[in-house]
């Protein structure tokens, strides 16, 4: 006896485009011998499907289950349908407007098959670097327009060979309607030039770049999301060369080598950190410094980590394939720009930094850097979010209005919503270089168009001067909707985690605008997506010089010294005064006095630099987060806090810096060691906002902590308040998406402006 027929409509919706959806569905429909259709819509993947019963359930159970590699599944409907006359499984063509809505996948490290054939000697596309499938491969950045298909991207250069096509056409093959498919005789090719732009007279242009990286040139190197600048890690003079050149002083450049094994050879890798390198993602890990290695010193000179990443592109993995095995791979900019993306710009703005350029003839149309994360608290704590991972959307627990939110001024990114989704966009950078803000602009514009979003609302900084402000004031027929910049930071985490509860957000940081005008960064706030109330704060002290004493740490450790002494901190037995010209402090306290250019701020980055700057550790940083960043790194493991105390005026805290300072200068002058020192300040901080947190638990009875800003980015202090609130049974939430930094704040923004809206 057989059983009857029967028919389901399957919607599929999530990244289901540009992922070999079709294709994989019409394999896994072929196995169980069903018939019906498949087609992309505007509401995703739609699948009518017949067959038997039996065939029916194990066809939507692989399918949910195991999905082609890139997809992700967001969520699934099943209709019953009457069974139809078919005689077969169709794939139905693509009809453009209906596919605007599917998602774009991002671009993704070559798949372990595609690097196979590429180092065998009998496959056509043996060693050629533009080699990809349906499962790997760029995709975000070579997109212009949508649908996903290969006129609308950089691809259309290229007419594919009547083998690529054969492919491309083939239901069954691995790179059926792979759009950038290609190979040596049709696809994109890699030229040598040297760097007055003249070609290079060389068969092998890859391998003549290995022998020039060997030899100790700089070699710019055109990627998926832009240019690197390449070296010889281990050549010292050529890595000090590279900084010199590129006026980078003193941040960590990252380094890319072929595998795990070379990787352990001058950094430890836990199993957790080697499977996020290998990820198809493959960002730059944070990863421990082995001491001694090999690596040249300036490398990350005054770093315990070392920025790692494998190779994601098959030329990576051609460059790699032989000495120099550990590349310096840094963005191909001069510090403060954006990389550089187009041929004739990088010719044009590297030319006194590289040597050689390896360039290819494959246009990259939307920028993306690196990804860079650390492992910190038991989870993946992003800190660049970029190539890799965007475009994937952050799904929420609800449909919202399409939004703009334009971000942080610092490490600008922008937010844009559809219904249930937040696209949050690849690190753009810092707005105040004129390149950058060009670049914001360009990443609206491409964002809304292939996302095919037309914003109703922009949500933007409180601030009134940030340049993105600016932006949103000229925009004409939408919604403006200001965002306070730590409820955005706070309600950014909630979103991640699908909250929207009350929950007390301790939001750190180094600068954002306050309600009050004043510079916050260390506060305490009982947060919802739709407002906010501050219970507790760092005690305001003066910023003297304002931005200055963001760049020149010792201007804040001589305002916390006036306000934990006063004048006697004259009679201060500390290297630190001997340090300073008494002149300058003397400049200093008076600015301070008469209140010049001085703002007043909470902010807990600003008590981290003070600190550091009274140890010693530095006066003047070159990037924002430096003397943090080194305190952090040389912190010994200690539990034995200084002493603290806040006031407490009804159900408001506010934190004193004074018995910390005192202790902390007591200390130094006593010759205790700068790592005890920040140990003892990290113990600090940890504690008396463990203490302080579960006081403001009991006064509100909310019992979930949310933990967002830039200085969570230190995972000593990420990881033992996380720890220490745990023990004490409250639930504790970060960023395991977007970052705790700036870079994430769009999203709290969006989120804040859907619930006001
Ligand atoms: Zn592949
Ligand atoms: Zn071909
Ligand atoms: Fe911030």
Not at 16 to 27: D, I, K, S, T
Request: charged share 20%; with cysteine; proline share 6%.
């Amino acid at each position: 006896m057989t059983s009857p027929i029967i028919a389901r409509r399957f919607e599929i919706q999530g990244i289901v485009q540009g992922v070999g959806f079709r294709p994989h569905v019409f394999q896994l429909a072929t196995k169980y011998h069903l018939t019906g259709s498949v087609a992309n819509t505007s509401a995703g993947v739609i699948i009518h499907a017949q067959g038997l019963p039996e065939a029916i359930d194990a066809f939507h159970h692989d399918l949910v289950k195991h999905p082609p590699p890139l997809a992700h599944i967001a969520k699934v409907n099943v209709y019953h349908q009457a069974p139809e006359n078919c005689e077969a499984f169709t794939i139905t063509k693509s009809d453009g407007t209906a596919e605007k809505s599917a998602l774009i996948t991002p671009d993704t490290s070559v798949c372990e098959d595609c690097r196979q054939e590429m180092f065998d000697p009998g496959d056509r596309r043996y060693r050629y670097p533009f080699i990809n499938c349906t499962n790997c491969g760029p995709r975000y950045t070579i997109i212009c327009d949508i649908p996903y298909d290969r006129p609308n991207t950089s691809m259309r250069e290229f007419e594919m060979c009547p083998a690529c096509q054969a492919e491309y056409d083939d239901p069954t093959d691995r790179r059926f309607h792979a759009q950038p498919n290609a190979c040596p005789v049709c696809g994109p090719q890699v030229t040598l030039f040297d760097h007055r732009h003249r070609p290079l007279e060389d068969g092998d242009s890859v391998q003549k770049a290995i022998d020039l990286l060997t030899e100790g040139y700089i070699v710019a190197i055109k990627g998926l999301g832009g240019f690197h600048l390449a070296v010889d890690a281990t050549n010292e003079s050529a890595v000090s060369r590279l900084r010199q050149r590129k006026v980078r002083e003193e941040k960590p450049l990252a380094l890319m080598t072929a595998n795990l094994k070379t990787i352990r050879r001058f950094a430890y890798v836990t199993d957790v950190e080697a499977s996020v390198l290998a990820s198809r993602q493959r960002p730059i890990v944070l990863l421990h410094k082995r001491i001694p290695n090999e690596i040249a010193p300036s490398v990350a000179p005054r770093s315990n980590d070392f920025g790692v990443m494998l190779p994601y592109t098959p030329l990576h993995y051609l460059l790699l394939d032989q000495e120099p095995i550990v590349l310096v791979m840094t963005s191909g900019n001069r510090t403060d720009e954006p990389i550089a993306i187009a041929n004739d710009d990088a010719f044009d703005r590297l030319a006194d930094i590289a040597d050689y350029f390896l360039v290819h003839n494959r246009d990259i149309y939307l920028r993306s850097d690196d990804s860079l994360v650390r492992l910190a608290a038991g989870g993946v704590r992003p800190i660049r979010r970029a190539r890799g991972y965007v475009p994937v959307p952050v799904f929420l627990h609800h449909e919202v209005p399409p939004i703009l939110a334009l971000g942080a001024e610092l490490k600008n990114t922008v937010c844009l919503t559809k219904a249930d989704r937040a696209f949050v966009s690849q690190h753009i950078g810092d707005l105040e270089n004129v390149e950058t803000h060009r670049f914001f602009i360009k990443t609206i514009d491409h964002l809304t168009r292939i996302l095919d979003i037309h914003p109703e609302i922009v949500a933007f900084d409180m601030h009134p001067d940030y340049l993105n402000t600016d932006y949103a004031r000229k925009m004409t027929g939408v919604t403006k909707i200001t965002v306070q910049h730590h409820h955005a930071h706070i309600v950014s985490a909630m979103a991640e985690h699908g909250l929207s509860e009350p929950v007390i957000g301790l939001a750190f940081d180094g600068t954002g605008y306050g309600t009050d005008g004043h510079v916050w960064g260390g506060e305490i706030l009982i947060v919802t997506p739709d407002a906010f109330k501050r219970v507790g704060q760092l005690a305001y002290v003066p910023m003297p010089g304002s931005t200055a004493a963001i760049r020149e740490p010792w201007r804040m450790a001589i305002s916390y010294l006036d306000v934990a002494f006063g004048d006697n901190l004259w009679n201060l037995n500390l290297p630190f005064m001997e340090q300073i010209d008494p002149e300058k402090i003397d400049i200093i306290r008076r600015m301070i006095a008469r209140g010049l250019n001085t703002p007043q701020t909470s902010s807990l980055g600003r008590l981290f630099d003070g600190v550091a700057a009274l140890s010693g550790i530095r006066h003047r940083v070159t990037f924002e987060g430096q003397a943090a960043m080194e305190m952090e790194g040389m912190a010994a493991e200690t539990k034995t806090p200084y002493s603290y105390e806040w006031e407490e005026t009804g159900d408001y805290y506010l934190i004193r810096p004074e018995p910390i300072i005192r202790d902390v200068v007591e200390s130094l002058a006593a010759g205790v060691s700068v790592e005890i020192v920040a140990g003892r300040f990290h113990a600090t901080l940890i504690r008396m906002f463990t203490e302080l947190t579960i006081r403001i638990s009991q006064d509100c009875g909310i019992n979930q902590i949310v933990l967002s800003g830039g200085v969570f980015q230190n995972a000593r202090l990420l990881t033992g308040l996380t720890d220490s609130l745990y023990a004490k049974d409250l639930k504790v939430y970060t960023h395991s998406i977007v970052p705790a930094n700036d870079g994430g704040i769009c999203l709290g923004q969006a989120m804040v402006a859907a619930a006001l809206a």
